[in-house]
Structure formats: structure tokens, C-alpha cells
């Protein structure tokens, strides 16, 4: 949030008599900059963090008294949340942060 005020504070400053949505950052308006920056980088990486946390952070017995469930599809759910989970989400992120390089 801090970077966005100052953000916002320099581009009040250079460009005073433009408006918000004139104001360009990698091509884009700053609007959808901050969507951009939300949706596409933040949500991935909040997803890749509560798998790592899910798969690695409860131990196998934890989960199993969680979830309660029969042992074909623990296993099938824990083998999806530690390790499919997390290459996915990565791959994800890696395809919305590729074209900025372009």
C-alpha cells in the first residue's frame, strides 16, 4: 500500500493535469496495472504458499484425522496438494509474468 502511495504521489507531481487512467506502467493504465499485479501475480502467489503450507506444513496423520476420509483418496489428495499443487500454480505464475518480458 505504501508503494502505491508513493506511486501515486509522483505521478500527481509529473503528471498533474493528466488523469489516473492516463498515467502508463509497462504499457498499461494504472488501473490495470494494480489488477494486473493482483490478479495475475499476487492470487498465484498466495496459492502457491497455502499449498506449500497444506502439503508440508501438516504431517500426514494431522490431515488424515482432518479430513477423514477413506485411504485411496487421502493418498490421492495428499499426493495432489504436495506436489501436483505447487508445479501448477507455478506454472501458472510463470505464464502471467512471461509476457512482461516480450
Do not use: C, W
Amino acid at each position: 500500500m505504501a508503494v502505491l502511495s508513493f506511486l501515486s504521489s509522483v505521478f500527481q507531481v509529473h503528471y498533474h493535469s493528466a488523469s489516473y487512467s492516463e498515467v502508463k506502467i509497462l504499457d498499461r493504465s494504472i488501473f490495470d496495472f494494480v489488477d494486473f499485479l493482483t490478479n495475475s501475480i499476487g492470487m498465484p502467489i498466495g496459492a502457491f504458499l497455502i499449498s506449500i503450507f497444506a502439503g508440508y506444513y501438516y504431517t500426514k496423520d494431522f490431515s488424515r484425522k482432518e479430513l477423514d476420509s477413506s485411504s485411496l483418496m487421502f493418498n490421492i489428495r495428499y499426493i495432489l496438494i504436495r506436489y501436483v499443487s505447487p508445479i501448477a500454480i507455478l506454472i501458472i505464475l510463470i505464464q502471467a509474468i512471461l509476457p512482461l518480458f516480450k
